[in-house]
């Protein structure tokens, strides 16, 4: 019988998946998936899955060209938020969501509210937010966007302006 602590790290199973080893590279990709469904419903919304499918198979045939182990996470991080925003281009994502569904968290005036937000917002404008929260700077979002830095700027500047104006809309 075998127990979660006996399943490898995607760390342990890189080097025998960079190797041709197809089982390692099923096991390290399977683990990965909940980090990379993670990052792609943030950005892709309804596209998630498809989005998902694309940035696994981009980090499966991309994945003997990582030279530096360590940097795994953050490759597969820059691999993934590239194939999330092809999926929105290639969808033609510029149409507004909707509400959030009823009842999906317990306080509706704290997790829900920024949910719907960022849901009003432009898609490029709720790209950059994303790309921020992930940590990534206007460089890195110009070359995932294939945008110069100084749209990247000029977008997250609007874009904070509209989710501030939307989160505390004037008291007139």
């Known amino acids: 019988m075998s127990n979660v602590s006996d399943i490898p790290t995607p760390l342990a199973l890189l080097p025998r998946a960079q190797a041709g080893d197809e089982q390692a590279m099923n096991q390290l990709l399977t ?5 990379v469904a993670r990052l792609c419903r943030s950005i892709t919304h309804d596209d998630g ?7 696994l198979l ?3 045939r991309g994945l003997r060209t990582l030279r530096e182990p360590t940097a795994f996470y953050g490759w597969v991080r820059s691999v993934t938020v590239r194939e999330a ?6 969808a033609g994502e510029e149409r507004q969501y909707q509400r959030v569904e009823p009842g999906q968290e317990a306080n509706p005036l704290d997790a829900v509210h920024i949910s719907d937000v960022l849901d ?3 898609m490029s404008h709720r790209q950059v937010l994303t790309l921020r929260a992930y940590g990534l700077n206007e460089e890195e ?3 995932v966007l294939s945008l110069p ?3 990247v700027r000029s977008r997250l500047h609007r874009a904070r302006l509209r989710f501030r104006e939307a989160w505390q809309p004037s008291a007139a």
């Open 85 to 90: 925003v092809r999926t929105v281009k290639r």
């Open 120 to 122: 009003r917002l432009s």
């Open 58 to 60: 981009a980090v499966y």
């Open 141 to 143: 979002m110009a070359r």
């Open 149 to 151: 830095v100084g749209t």
């Open 49 to 55: 899955a498809d989005a998902t499918q694309e940035a």
């Open 31 to 35: 683990g990965i998936v909940p980090y």
